[in-house]
């Protein structure tokens, strides 16, 4: 009788674990320099912009505005596994830097690379036409952040 009601449950905290799993909220972390964590739920359907030094977050419901220098980064949780991996021609872009110069590797031909100031300004954009790697220069620009953008990959390069 013990055992079938250890069994029991065990069986039970099994299948609460599973529906606990299903149903963890999927939402946007904004982490704060301060340690600070802010979170948005995904339902909201959250969109992140970069404006004039703000990191902006526009929901169904509201309009959030950050200032970039407070700003660590942002993730995102329980999203889960999907179940889809990259394809070997699709692998995570590769970078190195030189002095003033960063060069991407592993870039898909048609892939738009923009590099845009700390407030959000667009300073270059190019277009991957070969398998050649792509070198962004810095060096006739002051110093600060610039944001890199390349497909769906962002890179944040600060100079000094």
């Known amino acids: 009788m013990k055992q079938r009601l250890l069994l029991l449950s065990l069986l039970l905290c099994l299948a609460l674990t599973a529906m606990w799993a299903q ?23 959250p969109e992140t912009t970069f404006e004039n030094g703000l990191f902006v977050i526009k929901t169904n419901n509201a309009t959030f505005q950050y200032q970039m220098d407070n700003v660590l980064r942002y993730t995102f949780e329980g999203t889960g596994n999907t179940g889809i991996s990259l394809l070997p021609s699709e692998r995570s872009i590769s970078l190195s830097k030189e002095g003033d110069e960063v060069t991407m590797r592993n870039l898909r031909i048609g892939t738009v690379v ?37 497909g769906s990959e962002t890179i944040k390069l600060l100079k000094q």
């Open 23 to 45: 149903t963890a909220t999927k939402r946007l972390v904004l982490w704060q320099k301060s340690g600070e964590k802010v979170y948005f739920d995904l339902n909201d359907m």
């Open 114 to 150: 923009t590099i845009y100031a700390a407030n959000g300004t667009i300073l270059e954009t190019k277009h991957v036409t070969d398998n050649q790697p792509l070198t962004l220069s810095v060096a006739q620009r002051p110093a600060g952040v610039y944001i890199v953008k390349a």
